[in-house]
Protein backbone atom coordinates (compact mmCIF):
# COMPACT_ATOMS: atom_id res chain seq x y z
CA UNK A 1 0.00 0.00 0.00
CA UNK A 2 1.14 3.18 -0.93
CA UNK A 3 1.66 6.28 1.69
CA UNK A 4 -0.33 9.47 1.42
CA UNK A 5 0.52 12.47 3.40
CA UNK A 6 -2.07 15.37 3.66
CA UNK A 7 -0.48 18.64 4.94
CA UNK A 8 -3.10 21.15 5.40
CA UNK A 9 -1.46 24.61 3.59
CA UNK A 10 -3.75 27.40 4.13
CA UNK A 11 -6.76 28.86 1.86
CA UNK A 12 -6.30 30.94 -1.17
CA UNK A 13 -7.90 34.01 -3.00
CA UNK A 14 -7.67 32.60 -6.10
CA UNK A 15 -6.92 28.87 -7.62
CA UNK A 16 -3.32 29.32 -8.95
CA UNK A 17 -2.46 31.11 -5.63
CA UNK A 18 -3.56 27.38 -4.18
CA UNK A 19 -2.12 25.27 -6.81
CA UNK A 20 1.40 27.50 -6.55
CA UNK A 21 1.32 26.71 -3.35
CA UNK A 22 1.19 23.01 -3.49
CA UNK A 23 3.19 22.66 -5.87
CA UNK A 24 6.17 24.55 -3.77
CA UNK A 25 5.21 22.01 -0.71
CA UNK A 26 5.39 19.09 -3.08
CA UNK A 27 9.03 20.34 -3.85
CA UNK A 28 9.80 20.69 -0.20
CA UNK A 29 8.56 17.27 0.34
CA UNK A 30 9.76 15.22 -3.05
CA UNK A 31 12.61 17.67 -4.40
CA UNK A 32 13.57 19.17 -7.73
CA UNK A 33 14.21 15.06 -8.90
CA UNK A 34 9.97 14.53 -8.96
CA UNK A 35 10.53 16.23 -12.41
CA UNK A 36 7.73 17.89 -12.40
CA UNK A 37 4.64 15.17 -13.00
CA UNK A 38 2.98 16.08 -9.56
CA UNK A 39 3.26 20.08 -10.41
CA UNK A 40 0.84 22.74 -11.98
CA UNK A 41 3.44 24.70 -13.09
CA UNK A 42 7.27 23.94 -14.90
CA UNK A 43 9.26 23.67 -11.72
CA UNK A 44 11.53 26.04 -13.48
CA UNK A 45 8.69 28.77 -12.10
CA UNK A 46 10.36 28.76 -8.61
CA UNK A 47 13.94 28.33 -9.00
CA UNK A 48 14.46 31.40 -6.70
CA UNK A 49 12.36 29.52 -3.94
CA UNK A 50 14.06 26.11 -4.14
CA UNK A 51 16.86 28.28 -2.64
CA UNK A 52 15.12 29.86 0.35
CA UNK A 53 13.18 26.53 0.92
CA UNK A 54 16.60 24.58 1.71
CA UNK A 55 17.08 26.60 4.53
CA UNK A 56 14.51 25.85 6.60
CA UNK A 57 12.82 22.34 7.53
CA UNK A 58 9.95 21.04 6.10
CA UNK A 59 7.98 22.14 9.42
CA UNK A 60 9.18 25.67 8.84
CA UNK A 61 8.34 25.77 5.55
CA UNK A 62 4.91 24.76 5.34
CA UNK A 63 4.61 27.58 8.01
CA UNK A 64 5.71 30.03 6.24
CA UNK A 65 3.12 28.81 3.26
CA UNK A 66 0.39 28.66 5.59
CA UNK A 67 0.90 32.59 6.74
CA UNK A 68 1.13 33.25 2.96
CA UNK A 69 -2.72 32.34 2.78
CA UNK A 70 -5.37 34.86 2.64
CA UNK A 71 -9.04 33.61 1.45
CA UNK A 72 -10.98 31.02 -0.02
CA UNK A 73 -10.62 29.75 -3.64
CA UNK A 74 -14.45 29.59 -5.16
CA UNK A 75 -15.55 26.86 -7.72
CA UNK A 76 -14.14 23.44 -9.21
CA UNK A 77 -10.79 23.74 -9.75
CA UNK A 78 -8.35 22.32 -12.68
CA UNK A 79 -5.15 22.33 -10.66
CA UNK A 80 -3.47 19.11 -8.56
CA UNK A 81 -4.08 20.04 -4.81
CA UNK A 82 -6.91 22.04 -5.24
CA UNK A 83 -9.99 21.66 -3.69
CA UNK A 84 -13.22 23.16 -2.98
CA UNK A 85 -14.69 23.37 0.56
CA UNK A 86 -18.15 24.94 1.36
CA UNK A 87 -19.21 25.42 4.93
CA UNK A 88 -22.19 25.48 5.77
CA UNK A 89 -23.54 26.78 9.55
CA UNK A 90 -24.20 23.05 10.67
CA UNK A 91 -20.41 21.62 9.30
CA UNK A 92 -18.87 24.88 11.12
CA UNK A 93 -20.87 23.62 14.62
CA UNK A 94 -19.79 19.97 14.12
CA UNK A 95 -16.36 20.88 13.97
CA UNK A 96 -16.28 23.25 16.59
CA UNK A 97 -18.29 20.60 18.61
CA UNK A 98 -15.73 18.07 17.67
CA UNK A 99 -12.75 20.79 18.93
CA UNK A 100 -14.11 21.20 22.18
CA UNK A 101 -14.53 17.87 22.95
CA UNK A 102 -11.18 17.06 22.32
CA UNK A 103 -9.75 19.76 23.94
CA UNK A 104 -11.30 18.91 27.57
Known amino acids: SSLQLLVYLGAY ?16 YWGAQCGGLLLNFPVDT ?17 AILRRDSSGFARGASKYRG ?10 LEELLSSIRSTTL
Open 13 to 28: DTEEAAARTYDLAALK
Open 46 to 62: YKDELERMQRVTREEYV
Open 82 to 91: VAKYVCTHAF
